[in-house]
């Protein structure tokens, strides 16, 4: 999937699995493993304030993992033509977002952590934060 030809459709949910224990969980993603693409950059969104939204932009070339670390929240997909909104709530469930989709989340629980897992380092040159020039580039 790249920029021009994803859609959401192609975006689903992922069991990344779960070491179960009495005494805690523990999931793992590994690189070569459970993940379509090596990891080049980790960060998380926390402290978010009620009622905020965060997103608002599409990637050229980055594909990502996202991942409710803690709490909930919801992400919503477009492509240009249809829109999806996708709740994350468990730490073992990871939304696979692909290069040429616009992106925003909502929804934020209080406490709530979002972790990405990217496949490039960060780089503004790869945002579209145009949501017109996103449509037009998406045509
Ligand atoms: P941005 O990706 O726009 O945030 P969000 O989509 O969550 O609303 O990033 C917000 C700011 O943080 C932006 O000015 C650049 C900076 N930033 C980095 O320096 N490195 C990173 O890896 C990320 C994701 C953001």
Redesign the pocket.
Known sequence: MNFSNSTVFDCSIIDVSKVHNDKGNITVVENGANIPFDVK?I?Y?YDIPGGES????AHYELEQYIVAASGSFDVILDDGLNRKRVTLNMPNFALHVFPGLWRELDNFSSGSICMVLASHK?DEKDYIRDYYKFIKLKK
């Open positions: 950059r960060y969104l965060r997103g608002g932009h960060y």
